[in-house]
């Protein structure tokens, strides 16, 4: 009887053993870290605090409405359990807003910015010292091509006849951000102009650019399409051309691009999103999923549509590839136009 129980009772230990072994093992796989590192992203915000959007410029420039468009959408598609204010930095066409993102926020996540070409032209004109390799670079979001428009009773009525007398007579105004001066510069090279010579007349963005277009203050100017989509459908403006490879649609589905008006260029300003240097990286990962479900919505899709922006949507070892790629074409094309810091 004594043998009979000592065997039941070894039995049951081995039972045991086998039980723990096997919750040890159900623990590791399907709820230790795996699943730690999945709630990362939404740990790193589950205070509610809020997270401020960066817009470097002044309001009615690119940067502010691609920034205001996001805050739309994440609050629409309640894509955020928190405040997500805008804050507008103006100066030097962004480098004061960079230089304080690089500065004053290292290692931080309360704070992200948009971004676009300027962050590469820049640096390479010698207008910033910091460039895209100091920060963290998040996400692209999409492409915005280029216009160039004159007031409604200015007596240009194509691309052409403007490029030819920037040609003839270098102090024709042309209102430009330091950021969009290169398009303009490429398209006066293409004709056979000095593109060194060019008179711009800088601003901020785009609200000044359209006073100053309004006052007379301006000949031509050239920007994003959404800086000026109000004015052209109203009739304030009257757009010259686009330097989109085809024809757009909306506001702009009547206006010829460069390329067909027998000027060989096409030009878009990528914009996205960049956090401070030595993000962490659950940070940086949560912003990731979030713009590409942003991206996604049917709130971003008319906003997108309705400010002629193509969604083109890339993060991680794709983006920073883009990135490497666009800064050495955007350094070729300063060199050829003049603009390259010596």
Not at 107 to 128: E, F
């Amino acid at each position: 009887m004594k043998s009979l129980k000592n065997k039941w009772f070894s039995l049951f230990i081995v039972c045991l053993s086998l039980l723990l072994v096997l919750a040890g093992c159900s623990s590791s796989s399907n709820g230790g870290s795996s699943s730690s590192e999945s709630n990362k992203g939404e740990d790193v915000y589950s205070d509610g605090k809020p997270v401020t959007i960066v817009a470097p410029a002044s309001p009615g420039s690119g940067w502010d409405l691609t920034a205001r468009a996001l805050v739309e959408t994440f609050t629409k598609e309640e894509l955020v359990d928190f405040p997500v204010p805008v804050a507008n930095e103006a100066g030097a066409i962004g480098a004061v807003s960079l230089s304080q993102l690089v500065s004053a926020s290292k290692g931080k996540s309360d704070k992200i910015s948009v971004t676009s070409t300027a962050l590469l032209s820049n640096h390479l004109r010698g207008l910033a010292e910091n460039s895209y390799e100091d920060v963290t670079m998040i996400a692209r979001l999409m492409t915005e091509y280029y216009t160039v428009v004159v007031p409604k009773d200015s007596k240009y009525q194509n691309l052409t006849e403007l490029l030819n007398d920037v040609k003839a007579d270098p102090k024709i105004a042309i209102g430009a951000s330091g950021d969009d001066q290169l398009p303009f510069a490429l398209l006066v090279d293409a004709v056979g102009g000095d593109a060194s010579n060019i008179n711009y007349i800088s601003y901020e963005g785009g609200g000044e650019i359209t006073n100053a277009l309004l006052n007379g203050d301006l000949v031509a100017a050239v920007s994003g399409i959404s800086e000026f989509s109000s004015q052209i459908q109203a009739g304030e403006f009257r757009a010259l051309g686009v330097l989109s490879e085809e024809r757009l649609g909306g506001v702009m589905q009547d206006v010829p691009t460069a390329i067909e008006q027998g000027v060989d260029v096409a030009f878009g300003n990528w914009r996205g999103i960049m956090g401070p240097p030595d993000m962490p990286e659950e940070a940086v990962k949560y912003w990731e999923d979030v713009l590409e479900k942003a991206l996604q919505t049917e709130t971003w899709k008319e906003l997108a549509e309705k400010n002629q922006w193509e969604i083109t949507f890339m993060k991680g070892d794709e983006f920073k590839t883009y990135l490497d790629e666009t800064n050495e074409a955007v350094r070729v094309g300063l060199e050829k136009t003049g603009q390259l810091k010596k």
